[in-house]
């Protein structure tokens, strides 16, 4: 007798009589929708300061918009402008350059200075922390020392550069020395807060690697250039985009560079004017807040495009 | 970092201007009829010197309270008064105007109280005339301003470059060095021949507004608001001397406010600067007490100057429209005027004022003892009108900057000269 002995599906004890049923019903809302509450924060700062003011701005670029207030839906005339303005391929073109020049020294440079932290030394914690401190520094006061240090006639730079017989250079009167002096800012600031980042990343390679490179007689160097650079990636990663953002937006230092009244100029002939610098000129100088606008999201563009070609670039590398 | 979010940060306030503009219209609270007690709310930059003003005007005025919102630097107030001005809400009731601000809003009238209906008429005599018109629309229908001061202007030199240069040191004497620009080109010429160290003045930027404000009449827009910078004379004269100073090599190059030409005070690398009387301060914190006595004041070149000078107005968007035109009627008074020069040293703008014994009476001790008051008097009344347009001090800047490109070496005049007028063209498109 063969009996299929299938598990009897257990009979529901009967629901007990639930005792207020408004409450059961907002514990269920209470499960479902808490956990989106608890994350709304972000959510609605970001839709009041972040995602409004980006399409506030976008509406703002497609009209003639002035001291005087909306004069009327344009289309995108600005844009057009914008595409024929030499002052503002001008500012790309800085911002570029100034861009390269300032971040691959920078990340580099910071690649050493991580490997050198994370060997055995003396007052290691001290060491680690002493990188970070360029970044507590204010950008206003690099700015003002940096100017002094660069500065035509008193300045350090020259002062040096005296010394081996090179007469002194005019930093701001032209597009190379004014990139290189404004880049050195931008190293000295961000130098040290990478480098902590690609500490980070060293420290959870395994010993193991090293010390059996070690055994098979790979010199210190080689060991960095096979077993730390590759481990490390995804913090070169990060903090290539980083810096391209923050690249894409360099305006304080340019700013204090320049000096003077009409410092958002960038220089007598725009040598080192970047693109937030421009975008504030055309808004807040020449009073033309729909062209701005138009810079502002044309920068906002520019770093999308540029993360973008990073990230394609750094995951091919990767492979 | 902070620069990236210096983009977002400038959204949010065009944001945050847009939201607390929809909310205005029962956010003041405080509205009440014109007779029962109100705040009034004054925007200003830099130093105004209008404390005591204001207490006198509460103790004459019950239930009118002042409060004064003041912000550092005019680089600082100016954007923040558009975003005010644009987004209808948040300029309080009185603004303070720069004379390279109020020709923006003159071209815009619609923002502000029209004065002239306030009966701001009768106290046209009250103000010299230029500066009456400053801030009076080409039709002559709008006033959305009262002058309060104005950077009168001299001569600014140190005697004992000049006396080690074997050229006069008495301010008479150094005035009549100078009657005209090219005199004064002269006289730097045979400056340097003395060879001192020092160049003969600081930048050229100061100058060049200095002889284009002088030309009289207009200068980059024409009365209807026509641009007419590239055929304008008197633009191009200005520039043109301008140059014949750099190419002499007069200019000691220093960048106004750049912390050079703050050192260069200090270690004296030039020997002559174009001073409103707004400057005399500067100077006397920049050179320090170690310097005191090696400058003293004496006449501009050409017929008198003026750079620089301010304006109040009074919104639109004020609730108490009324109270605060009666205010600023009273700050910019010959008395009210009076009273900020004996706080913070601001040169009247008002004929009464000037001509008046405490003004006419002032001296510096720092430059000499000179009878500033009676300097930058003259100055002020020697003055012709000039009619600024609305881009005026955007356009200021491209020649500026075209001659600092020239003082650098780094284009030809001629060539600088189309850049500056190109870009010029593209502003005002």
């Known amino acids: 007798m063969v009996t299929q002995q299938r598990p009897r599906a257990a009979v529901k004890p009967p629901a007990p009589p639930r005792p207020r049923e408004r409450g059961s019903l907002l514990s269920r809302w209470d499960l479902k929708a808490s956990p989106y509450l608890y994350i709304s924060p972000f959510f609605l700062l970001f839709a009041v300061f972040g995602l409004f003011p980006l399409l506030y701005t976008a509406w703002v670029s497609l009209h003639n918009w002035d001291l005087g207030g909306d004069g009327g839906f344009i289309g995108l005339d600005n844009y057009a402008t914008l595409f024929g303005d030499p002052d503002f391929w001008n500012a790309v073109v800085n911002t570029l350059g100034m861009l390269v020049l300032a971040t691959v020294p920078q990340l580099l440079l910071a690649m050493v200075v991580a490997a050198l932290l994370n060997q055995q030394l003396r007052a290691r914690l001290l060491l680690r922390m002493g990188v970070l401190l360029p970044i507590v520094t204010s950008v206003a006061a690099v700015g003002i020392v940096f100017s002094q240090i660069f500065d035509r006639d008193a300045g350090m730079v020259n002062g040096l550069l005296h010394l081996v017989g090179v007469s002194p250079i005019d930093w701001r009167a032209d597009k190379w020395s004014s990139w290189i002096a404004i880049s050195t800012m931008v190293d000295w600031r961000w130098t040290g807060y990478n480098s902590l980042i690609y500490l980070a990343a060293m420290q959870s390679i395994p010993r193991e690697l090293y010390e059996a490179a070690t055994v098979d007689g790979a010199s210190k160097i080689r060991q960095f250039r096979s077993i730390t650079v590759p481990m490390i990636r995804p913090a070169i990663v990060f903090t290539v985009i980083m810096s391209t953002i923050a690249g894409m937006q360099l305006?304080?230092?340019?700013?204090?560079?320049?000096?003077?009244?009409?410092?958002?100029?960038?220089?007598?002939?725009?040598?080192?004017?970047?693109?937030?610098?421009?975008?504030?000129?055309?808004?807040?100088?020449?009073?033309?807040?729909?062209?701005?606008?138009?810079?502002?999201?044309?920068?906002?563009?520019?770093?999308?495009?540029?993360?973008?070609?990073?990230?394609?670039v750094t995951r091919r590398s990767a492979k | 970092m902070p620069a990236r979010l210096r983009r977002t940060l400038l959204a949010t306030a065009m944001a945050a201007t847009l939201v607390a503009a929809a909310a205005c219209g029962g956010a003041d609270d405080d509205q009440q009829s014109a007779s029962g007690p109100v705040t009034l709310v004054v925007k200003t930059f830099s130093q105004f010197g209008y404390d005591a003003l204001y207490k006198q005007y509460e103790a004459s005025h019950p239930g009118v309270t002042i409060k004064e919102d003041n912000i550092g630097k005019l680089g600082d107030y100016s954007p923040k008064l558009q975003q005010w001005m644009t987004a209808g809400s948040g300029a309080g009731d009185v603004v303070a105007l720069e004379e390279g601000i109020i020709s923006q809003y003159v071209a815009k009238p619609d923002k502000f109280v029209n004065l002239l209906d306030k009966g701001a008429d009768a106290l046209k005599p009250d103000y010299l005339d230029w500066k009456w018109n400053q801030a009076l629309t080409a039709d002559g229908k709008t006033l959305i301003g009262l002058g309060t001061d104005i950077g009168a202007q001299g001569m600014c030199y140190r005697k004992d470059l000049f006396a080690q240069a074997g050229l006069p040191t008495d301010r008479e004497q150094v005035g009549a060095l100078w009657p005209t620009w090219d005199a004064y080109l002269a006289t730097g010429k045979r400056f340097l021949i003395a060879n001192t160290g020092a160049k003969f003045y600081d930048s050229s930027s100061g100058m060049y507004q200095n002889i284009l404000m002088q030309q009289g009449d207009h200068t980059y827009y024409d009365k209807a608001n026509t641009f007419v910078a590239d055929s304008n004379p008197a633009v191009r004269s200005a520039y043109d001397q301008t140059v014949g100073m750099i190419q002499a090599g007069l200019s000691a190059d220093l960048d106004?406010?750049?912390?050079?030409?703050?050192?260069?005070?200090?270690?004296?690398?030039?020997?002559?600067?174009?001073?409103?009387?707004?400057?005399?301060?500067?100077?006397?914190?920049?050179?320090?007490?170690?310097?005191?006595?090696?400058?003293?004041?004496?006449?501009?070149?050409?017929?008198?100057?003026?750079?620089?000078?301010?304006?109040?107005?009074?919104?639109?968007?004020?609730?108490?429209?009324?109270?605060?035109?009666?205010?600023?009627?009273?700050?910019?008074?010959a008395k009210g005027q009076i009273g900020a020069f004996q706080a913070k040293g601001n040169f009247p703008s008002s004929p009464q004022a000037i001509d008046d014994p405490v003004v006419q009476g002032l001296t510096n001790a720092y430059f000499g003892n000179a009878p500033v008051g009676k300097i930058f008097g003259a100055s002020a009344k020697a003055v012709k009108?000039?009619?600024?347009?609305?881009?005026?001090?955007?356009?200021?800047?491209?020649?500026?900057?075209?001659?600092?490109?020239?003082?650098?070496?780094?284009?030809?005049?001629?060539?600088?000269?189309?850049k500056a007028i190109d870009e010029a063209k593209r502003l005002v498109k």
């Open chain 2, 385 to 418: 009108p000039v009619y600024l347009g609305p881009a005026n001090v955007a356009i200021g800047d491209r020649f500026t900057n075209a001659l600092l490109a020239v003082e650098q070496g780094k284009l030809p005049p001629a060539e600088a000269w189309s």
């Open chain 1, 251 to 312: 305006f304080t230092e340019p700013l204090i560079f320049g000096q003077g009244t009409y410092a958002i100029s960038g220089g007598s002939l725009r040598q080192f004017q970047t693109v937030s610098m421009y975008m504030f000129e055309k808004a807040f100088r020449d009073a033309d807040l729909g062209y701005g606008s138009a810079i502002a999201w044309m920068i906002f563009l520019l770093i999308t495009i540029l993360a973008v070609i990073n990230f394609l």
């Open chain 2, 256 to 333: 106004q406010y750049s912390p050079q030409w703050n050192a260069g005070f200090k270690k004296g690398t030039f020997a002559t600067i174009a001073c409103p009387s707004w400057m005399l301060a500067t100077i006397q914190k920049q050179a320090g007490p170690e310097n005191a006595g090696k400058w003293d004041v004496a006449k501009v070149p050409g017929n008198g100057a003026v750079r620089g000078g301010s304006f109040l107005a009074v919104p639109k968007q004020s609730k108490h429209q009324d109270q605060a035109v009666e205010l600023v009627k009273f700050l910019t008074s």
